[in-house]
C-alpha cells in the first residue's frame, strides 16, 4: 500500500498552487504532507462533484483519518467534503474560507462584471491590485492573466450566467479558520458569523496583515499557528475550550 501521509492539502486550481508552497514547505518540516491537486481538461464541464468524487477516490483507501487543509475553493471544497465524510476527516483548516463557502473571488470577480462598465482586462487588474495588494504594472499584468486562465480552464464555481450556492454553516470536525484582516474577499466580520458553527475545541485566527493570500505572504507567522491546532486536536474534545480566539 502506497505511504499514507498525516496531512493532505488541497488544490482545486493549479496555477495558484505556487502561492500554496511556501507555507507547504514549513509544514512538512514538521508533519507528513502531501498536495493533492485537482485538474480538469478545457472539455470539462465546470462540476465541484467531479472533485468531490475525486477527492474521495484519494481518502477512501487512506488507513486513518486526515487532516485537511485549503485555501479559498480548495478549503471550501474541502468544507464540502467534510461534511459529506467526516469520518474520513481528522481536521478541517480553511485559509480564507468564510462562513458561506460560495464568497470567493471569482464571485466578486463575476460581481465586478456585471456591475462596472469596463472591459475584463482591467476589471482582471483590479482584482489583481485587491488581491495580491500589487501595485507594480508588470506584475498586475501577470498576475491578471494568471487569474483569467483560471477563469477561463479550471474549477470555478460562478460564472456570468449563475452563480453556484453553497449551504452556510461549520462540519463536525475539528476546525481552525484563519483568515486575513484586510482581505477584500472574506468579509472582515466572518469570523463572528462563524460562531454559531463553531464546537468545542475549533479555533479562529486573524493575520493582522494579511489580505487574501495571507498564507504566501505571511506563511512563517501561519505555520506555528497550524501547527500548535493540530498537536493539539486530540481523538476526543471533552473537556476542550468552547471557541478559541488566537490573538
Known amino acids: 500500500m502506497p505511504h ?11 496555477s495558484l498552487r505556487h502561492f500554496d508552497q511556501r507555507l507547504c514547505r514549513l509544514l512538512s518540516r514538521q508533519v507528513d504532507i502531501h498536495y493533492w491537486s485537482y485538474q480538469q481538461t478545457q472539455d470539462e464541464p465546470c462540476c465541484m462533484q467531479t472533485a468531490l468524487d475525486l477527492l474521495d ?12 487543509i485549503g485555501h479559498g475553493l480548495s478549503g471550501a471544497v474541502g468544507l464540502l467534503y467534510a461534511r459529506l465524510h467526516p469520518a474520513r476527516v481528522r481536521s478541517l483548516t480553511l485559509l480564507s474560507v468564510g462562513d458561506n463557502p460560495a464568497v470567493s473571488w471569482h ?9 462596472l462598465p469596463c472591459d475584463r482586462q482591467m476589471i482582471l487588474m483590479q482584482m489583481a491590485n485587491l488581491l495580491f495588494g500589487c501595485r507594480n504594472p508588470t506584475q498586475m499584468a501577470a498576475l491578471a492573466k494568471l487569474l483569467e486562465q483560471i477563469l477561463d480552464r479550471e474549477l470555478a464555481p460562478h460564472s456570468l450566467a449563475a452563480h453556484h450556492r453553497f449551504s452556510p454553516g461549520g462540519v463536525d470536525v475539528p476546525l481552525l479558520v484563519c483568515n486575513g484582516a484586510h482581505d477584500a474577499i472574506v468579509d472582515p466580520n466572518a469570523h463572528s458569523r462563524w460562531q454559531p458553527w463553531l464546537h468545542s475545541g475549533d479555533r479562529l485566527w486573524t493575520c493582522p496583515e494579511g489580505r487574501h493570500f495571507f498564507h504566501y505572504t505571511h506563511a512563517p507567522k501561519t505555520s506555528p499557528i497550524i501547527l500548535d491546532f493540530w498537536q493539539q ?12 480566539i488566537i490573538s
Open 57 to 68: 477516490d484519494y481518502l477512501r483507501p487512506q488507513p486513518q483519518p486526515l487532516h485537511l
Open 107 to 115: 464571485a466578486h470577480y463575476y460581481a465586478l462584471r456585471n456591475r
Open 4 to 14: 499514507s501521509p498525516e496531512t493532505l492539502w488541497l488544490g482545486v486550481n493549479p
Open 233 to 244: 486536536t486530540p481523538s476526543s474534545m471533552v473537556g476542550a475550550p468552547l471557541i478559541e
